[in-house]
């Protein structure tokens, strides 16, 4: 095999790879060989990928003459399991310019030989690792790439990191009316959700389904290849996805995702007009001086001029003052300055529109012309 193809394919398969060795085939990444082309397996039983790279046929190999008496359909798989960390970490350490022969030994030992290089590796069998859905026999439409990622990097930071609230730890993923999908993550202090034109045909969906945050990582490192578009399909409590020669299956949180609607207020009383980068600086330089705990910042809106202070009884007082266009009645606020930062650091924006009201209301922020994304953060003492 090739080295720059194969280490492409393990540094891929990384961040699928169990780390917490509850079963310790699944620190392994699975390759199977048929004729000639290699597929390289790794799952968590959560989140499984799979990436299919062509392999060369030795002169000298002596399997070459069993190979060409068969036909594609009757040629024999041979499989072979591989701690990944240190595979990656010879594979990445091997010349550029030498190809990789791996040769599969008695008592799941494996040889690998590049150049003048030579490594002789324990291995578990590769009977124990753990069966894989089918990923080519789906129904798979395609979803434009531009929009999968302005959702996925409009709520995957508001998803809650709570395990005790199962099925708010990803993204509800829901069908709208005129073909219009909604992606949606809230954590309880916050919420943000998306709406955007997916798929280029309209899917069978009659419902939405919760994507897990590591699945929702691992389908955004997919799409990063593609600036068009990646096939998707969801059957049996799975979503697929493939692209090129990288397949990837996600396992869907089952349960009931929490109704987000009573969430968001239905007015919006006092609604500010501000420059994106000036209130990100500002509030930057303010939370300098927040509370380290409560990571609270206060917001005093009169006239056309947005003050924020913060207090810190080891460390001071802090205050900024910001130009905005407002009409209103003057208000007092707190906020959380993190979850605002965390909004601040996606939204493209020139301006946005932030809609507060007092210590009981949600506020609401949106980009101005990006009506499509919406993001809801509760209030605080501060």
Known sequence: VERTPFLDALNKTQSVVEKKNTSPILSNILCSVRGKELSIFATDLEVGVKIKINIDESENSPQKEKLQEQTPEKLNEERVSFPAKYFLDIVRELPHNQKIIITKKENNWVELLSGKSKFNMVSLSPDEFPTLPEFENKKYIDARVSSLKQMIDSTAFAISTDATRYTLTGVYFEPLD?????????????????????????????????????????????????????????????????????????RLIEGE??????????????????KKEEFNSALKRASLFANEKSKAVRFSLQDTTLTITTSNPDMG??????????????????????????YLAIVQSEYLEFSMKDQQNAGILRGVGQQYHTYVIMPMRA
């Open 178 to 250: 005129q073909q219009i999908m909604r992606m949606t993550a809230l954590d309880g202090h916050r919420l943000s959700f998306v709406d955007q034109e997916v798929f280029l045909k309209t899917p069978n969906m009659k419902s939405g389904i919760i994507i897990p945050k590591k699945g929702l990582g691992e389908l955004r490192k997919l799409i990063e290849e593609s600036s068009s578009s990646v096939g998707l399909a969801i059957e049996r409590g799975n979503l697929f996805a493939t692209y090129l020669n990288t397949h990837l299956f996600i």
């Open 257 to 274: 995702f929490p109704d987000y609607r009573q969430v968001i207020p239905s007015s919006k009383e006092k609604t500010i007009k501000i």
């Open 317 to 342: 007082e802090a205050k900024e003052e910001v130009e905005v266009e407002y009409s209103g009645e003057p208000t007092e606020v707190g906020f959380n300055f993190k979850y605002l930062l965390d």
